[in-house]
């Protein structure tokens, strides 16, 4: 099983830039999504989940301004990101709890992508 995220880049202070993530590989079912971030000080900070059935959660930081979405016979998560701040720059890397083929179940992590919101 592989995730991969596409869509960083530079971006100006409120602007917008919608990230996506794809699983690939031997995958039966997918069941929650999620984006994570680490920015320069290298804390990881939880940004949004979403279950297969379409609930979503937002932390308090990107509420109202990031968006959380999926497209399940795509096997693709998005990440839609408004009026982005400084403090919005980070590697983004997203996170799928995926069940496999013999019914096993582990949560995988894509490599990131860097996202840097310049003034």
């Known amino acids: 099983v592989q995730l991969q995220a596409f869509g960083g880049g530079l971006v100006q202070v409120g602007g917008s830039l919608r990230l996506s993530c794809t699983a690939s590989?031997?995958?039966?079912?997918?069941?929650?999504m999620a984006w994570e971030r680490q920015g320069p000080d290298n804390k990881r900070e939880l940004l949004a989940t979403i279950t297969s059935g379409g609930e979503t959660d937002y932390a308090d930081s990107v509420k109202g301004r990031f968006t959380i979405s999926r497209d399940n016979a795509k096997n693709t998560m998005y990440l839609q990101m408004n009026n982005v701040k400084p403090e919005d720059t980070a590697v983004y890397y997203c996170?799928?709890?995926?069940?496999?083929?013999?019914?096993?179940?582990?949560?995988?992590w894509g490599e990131g992508t860097q996202v840097t919101v310049s003034s």
């Open positions: 590989g031997n995958i039966a079912s997918i069941d929650d």
């Open positions: 996170k799928a709890d995926i069940v496999n083929h013999l019914s096993v179940g582990m949560y995988y």
